[in-house]
């Protein structure tokens, strides 16, 4: 019953089937339990098996090697890397996207 993040599935392009996915767990007492790697599976389950699609795209900041490790987990391969694409503060980084197909459909 307490608020601890957000996750999304936007935009999503039902046409070609696929869409973007993020997820924040923006309290620190929460990081390193698990949720973030439960709160992916359950989007995954409810992308495909709901909803149809057949792929799902997110965005990471290479540095968020813990991040990474749940995609990764739940199947996300790397793809591609947008050099100097997201401005965080003063700050200018890259972008990792990372992909997730659907073989069932």
Avoid: Q
């Amino acid at each position: 019953n307490k608020h601890i993040g957000n996750i999304k599935l936007e935009p999503i392009d039902l046409k070609n089937k696929k869409a973007t996915t993020g997820i924040l767990i923006g309290d620190k007492n929460y990081w390193g339990g698990g949720l973030a790697t439960e709160a992916i599976k359950l989007i995954i389950n409810y992308a495909f098996k709901e909803l149809g699609l057949r792929e799902l795209n997110l965005g990471v900041l290479p540095a968020h090697r813990s991040a990474i490790r749940v995609y990764e987990k739940n199947g996300f391969k790397k793809d591609h890397i947008e050099k100097k694409s997201i401005k965080i503060g003063n700050k200018i980084c890259d972008n990792l996207w990372m992909v997730l197909k659907n073989y069932n459909k």
